[in-house]
């Protein structure tokens, strides 16, 4: 299994999920301060709509900020101490238990409030006291709704992800099995043991095209494929190909997506090296900038007169869709031409991921 650990983690926003939960970790700093700016632009509202023949009755709106503002965190408290308690309930279970703590603890605080506003009891201390719980209780079922329904998008949105995902990584295919098989098969007789490792670097490239569960695997993993590709390739270019690796060991443990770098490795063989009667060098870079991770792949320019083949865009853009899908904008892969030198840019935000076994 993978476990992720770095700078660049998703948003703790308010309506982030968690473990599951359709209510976000209001526990959580920014939870709170949504909370509390929420819950004040009620009580203006309230303050607005209670004015009479001004914009907004201030002391109104002093008092009624301070009973919303106590209710709000004191119920956004209790709530996020009974979250462990609440995920293990259905939705409708963990709705009605919350409804009902919102509901008594807006009882207490307005029944409190009430005894200031109106010392001497008579109806107008239970009226506002029933016009603040109806008022909490159609509030929270709202939020709680749309807690639900916001719960209910991003688990659509993380299957469809996950199904792209899947679907993008199997059309990545290694297309140069037929001649490596004519490799191997011609060095059988000749260089056995070479035929043998070819057949498992082979084996280990195909093993990973079909490996769809993990979303992201170590830098090393991916250079790893890279190696074992490029020494296919070598069998069959010979001394054609020159593979210079400026690779940075202490990005290792930098998470991306499994077959990211592969099929670029292999489009700068296809169009840079193999067309070119002289060949050429493929150099492949990683370096750590800030917050971010770079990683280069850069090949020759084809001859003059070479025709570009539509599968160099179609696996760019498979890589782009793959890499923006799990690391959103932070993720940029461009090309560039200069000097004859074709390069491809991936820039990954600084992630790690380690391997257990």
Known sequence: MTSGSGKNRPNDDLTSPGNGFFVPDLCRVRSVFMLVVSSELMALLLAMAHARGQW???????????????????????????????????????????????????????????????????????????????IAVI???????????????????????????????????????????????????????????????????????????????????????CRRYLALEQLRLGDRLTVEWRTDPTLANQAIPPLTLQPLVENAIYHGIQPRTAGGTIVIESQRSGDYVYLLVQNPLPEPGAQEHQGNRVAFSNTQARIQALFGETAVLKNSRQENRYTVTLRLPWQTVSRYP
């Open 56 to 134: 907004i009755d201030w002391s109104y709106f002093g008092l009624v900020s301070m009973l919303v503002q106590w209710t709000v965190l004191t119920c956004a408290a209790l709530i996020c101490l009974a979250r462990p308690w609440l995920s293990r309930r259905s939705t409708a279970g963990a709705t009605l238990a919350m409804v009902v703590l919102v509901a008594v603890d807006v009882v207490v605080f307005s029944s409190l409030a009430s005894t200031f506003i109106y010392p001497e009891p008579g109806p107008e201390r239970w009226q506002a006291t029933g016009k603040s719980l109806l």
């Open 139 to 225: 509030a929270t079922l709202m939020v709680l709704r749309y807690f639900y329904l916001q719960h209910q998008w991003r688990q659509q949105k993380q299957a469809e992800m996950t199904y792209r995902l899947t679907a993008l990584q199997a059309r990545i295919h290694p297309h140069f099995l037929f001649n490596s098989m004519n490799t191997i098969a011609s060095l059988i007789s000749t260089r056995p043991e070479q035929a043998e490792d070819a057949v498992l670097d082979l084996s280990e490239l195909f093993r990973a095209s079909l490996r769809t569960s993990e979303r992201l695997v170590p830098l090393s993993e991916e250079l790893g494929l």
